[in-house]
């Protein structure tokens, strides 16, 4: 240790720390031809503490996995309250098996796993202080195991789930009645068919990056305040998604393909009853989007709208039409709207010059330029801007 440079009083201190942060890094190490195993064999037998308010271990797997569950057998020994493991490199070797003792633990608050595991879930699963459960990019036994391990979180609040299109499950029902934040991502690799089930009567906050072909059951979210929706291809199958979303007051969409979509079944009542913040940001088509949004969101007040990193600068002109009557957040609530990555294009013109002409109330609308644009276009945009006529005398523009 480097303190016991400064005195020999320190040297063992570290011998009765409750948090333990091991990583696997050559860089670090004093012996090159220490093994990282031998490191935490010893850090374990030195380290007298009875309780560990943290065990992190971040690793490479080079070696036969059973010494890593014999770590796991000590932190839950030692009444663990966060568990925080990552393991790479195991291309070569077989996933690791969580020993079961792992799933009955009393104390355990927080537990991490990511890469390098198969969850493997006993019959019995008890984990009664457990409030945030991250599993990324891990692979299951089966649907099954996945349903019983959230059946044992009594109390979980938080749950990060970043799944892959060959992890053995093509269900992933997230039935928690005490969940709070749920972030979830599906990765881009494989074609198959997934289904997404959520019924999570008190959720507040859902981030979902939706990049497989997924099918959407959600029984209850009724208690939604945020969202954020990442999808590569807007499409029909996103519609029980955006109709879950009714209560939610901020709402963030990305997507960069769009496909026409059946909105009949929504033309009779207003969607986002409860909306106050809404993002849009938007690839290479859906802009007419915009106008339905508005249309079903009649107390918005904020409006962000950006056009996607990936195809800013393309130069590609996109389809919008108006709304065929002045949507009511424009008429009553609407009063600020921000548009990002401008690139002085048709239609970004048209939909700028019709919301400062009908929105009544607004008193701000913020434009950030592309980048590329030179100095001279970019008076001129300003000019153009100017010439706008506007429905509120309160508004003022903002050019960046």
């Not at 409030?131 to 009594?154: M, P």
């Not at 990936?310 to 600020?336: A, D, Q, T």
């Not at 919301?355 to 590329?372: E, F, H, T, Y």
Request: aromatic share 12%.
């Amino acid at each position: 240790m480097a303190t016991s440079i400064l005195s020999k009083r320190w040297l063992w201190v570290w011998t009765s720390v409750p948090i333990l942060d091991l990583q696997d890094t050559p860089f670090f190490r004093t012996d090159p031809n220490l093994h990282f195993r031998q490191f935490v064999n010893h850090v374990l037998i030195l380290n007298k503490t009875a309780s560990l308010d943290k065990f992190c271990l971040k690793f490479n797997l080079v070696d036969h996995p059973s010494y890593v569950k014999t770590w796991f057998w000590d932190a839950v020994s030692r009444d663990v309250k966060e568990l925080d493991i990552s393991i790479h490199g195991t291309e070569s070797f077989p996933f690791l098996k969580l020993p079961f003792a792992l799933f009955t633990a009393k104390t355990l608050h927080v537990l991490k796993l990511s890469h390098g595991f198969e969850l493997h879930v006993p019959g019995t699963v008890s984990l009664p202080c457990l409030k945030v459960l991250n599993l990324v990019w891990i692979k299951y036994t089966n649907d099954e195991s996945v349903s019983r391990l959230f059946a044992g979180c009594y109390v979980l609040q938080e749950l990060v789930l970043h799944k892959h299109a060959d992890d053995n499950t093509t269900c992933s029902n997230i039935s928690i009645p005490t969940l709070k934040t749920l972030f979830v991502r599906f990765a881009t690799t494989g074609r198959c068919r997934h289904k997404l089930k959520i019924n999570a009567p008190v959720l507040k906050q859902l981030n979902l990056e939706d990049n497989l072909t997924l099918e959407f059951d959600l029984e209850d979210v009724s208690s939604l305040v945020e969202a954020n929706v990442t999808v590569s291809w807007l499409e029909n199958r996103h519609i029980p998604l955006l109709k879950a979303l009714s209560n939610a007051k901020f709402v963030s969409f990305h997507w960069d393909w769009y496909a026409e979509m059946k909105w009949r079944n929504f033309r009779p009542y207003r969607l986002f009853l409860n909306l106050v913040q809404m993002e849009l940001h938007v690839g290479y088509g859906g802009w007419n989007l915009l106008s339905l949004f508005l249309e079903f969101s009649d107390h918005l007040e904020v409006l962000v709208l950006a056009k996607n990193d990936n195809c800013r600068g393309l130069g590609f002109e996109c389809s919008w039409k108006p709304p065929k009557y002045v949507p009511e957040c424009l008429l009553s609530s609407l009063s600020m709207v921000y548009f990002k990555g401008f690139e002085d294009l048709a239609y970004q013109l048209r939909m700028v010059k019709y919301i400062l002409k009908n929105a009544r109330v607004l008193k701000m609308m913020d434009i950030c330029s592309n980048g590329d644009l030179p100095l001279d276009s970019k008076i001129d945009l300003l000019k153009k801007l100017l010439m706008f006529p506007r429905g509120s005398k309160e508004c003022q523009l903002k050019f960046n």
